[in-house]
């Protein structure tokens, strides 16, 4: 029953935003929830950033969700930062409080975690070490996630040591880097791998590593997305390993959001999962 006394606004700020599938994903919890609302892209050059955030308020709307390349930059421009975004270093997210002030937020190591335990319900982060390829954005955000879940060791590997190096050094322990070309010894009774980089994804190549060393126990995910199955996926789900993609990702990370602006905690459901693959 529609019976809110407002029309909802929300949306997603990035340059370029079209090839965003969130606006699929809100719109169809609203649409499942009955809320009268509009979920949009919103194409934001960064040098207009500041001035798109902070017309928000004024246009009604309940918040925005942010992505390449205002993550880290939004940092700097609206006027709370949550916890959890200020240990990663960026906003995915942006809500307006009832005092019309923006806060920032950012659940994307929320959705890695959220996914992973949707793919593989047994599994405990305490269990055995996590390998994390990649020293970026993406890798903070599930590193953050890790230690939160109770991680007791991280093995951080990245091309360029001394980006991972920093990295771990902003977290301490249970996290520590190492050189790329320890990358496949780094395996050895590790219980999850995790590929946070671009390397995998649609016109980009293969991310270079042997799976040899990784125990068949042991959970391989990708935060890549498009496509669903990488190479480091299919080679794994070769071997036996169970694979987790980043649709899941995706997905779940825009659930708080979505309670965040409209007070309801929606749900990734296999209709939903089947709506998003079909535009990958």
């Not at 029309?7 to 340059?15: E, I, R, S």
């Not at 995915?92 to 005092?99: F, G, R």
């Not at 322990?173 to 780094?186: I, L, S």
């Amino acid at each position: 029953m529609r019976s809110q006394h407002r029309f909802l606004l929300a949306g997603v700020m990035g340059w370029p935003v079209a090839h965003s599938r969130s606006p699929k994903i809100h719109n169809y919890w609203l649409s499942q929830h009955g809320l009268d609302g509009v979920y949009v892209p919103l194409a934001i050059e960064p040098g207009r950033l500041d001035r798109a955030l902070r017309s928000l308020a004024p246009l009604n709307f309940s918040g925005c969700n942010l992505t390449v390349p205002h993550k880290e930059t939004a940092l700097a421009m609206v006027d709370r930062i949550d916890p959890g975004a200020a240990r990663i270093g960026a906003i995915n997210c942006v809500v307006v409080d009832k005092d019309r002030a923006l806060e920032g937020r950012n659940y994307d190591g929320f959705g890695f975690i959220a996914s992973l335990r949707a793919a593989a319900p047994d599994w405990r982060a305490d269990a055995a070490p996590a390998v994390v390829i990649g020293a970026g954005g993406g890798a903070r955000a599930v590193v953050v996630g890790l230690i939160d879940s109770g991680a007791e060791e991280i093995r951080l590997f990245n091309r360029t040591f001394e980006r991972a190096q920093l990295l771990a050094g902003d977290f301490g322990r249970p996290v520590a880097a190492y050189p790329w070309e320890e990358r496949e010894a780094g395996l050895e009774n590790a219980g999850l791998l995790v590929n946070t980089t671009s390397q995998g994804m649609t016109g980009q190549r293969p991310l270079e590593i042997s799976l040899r060393n990784l125990p068949g126990s042991a959970i391989v995910a990708d935060i890549v997305y498009a496509p669903l199955e990488t190479p480091l996926l299919a080679g794994a789900r070769a071997l036996g390993n169970t694979t987790v993609d980043g649709l899941g990702m995706l997905m779940h990370q825009a659930r708080p959001a979505f309670r965040d602006w409209f007070g309801v905690m929606p749900h990734v459901t296999p209709a939903l999962r089947k709506l998003i693959a079909a535009t990958l």
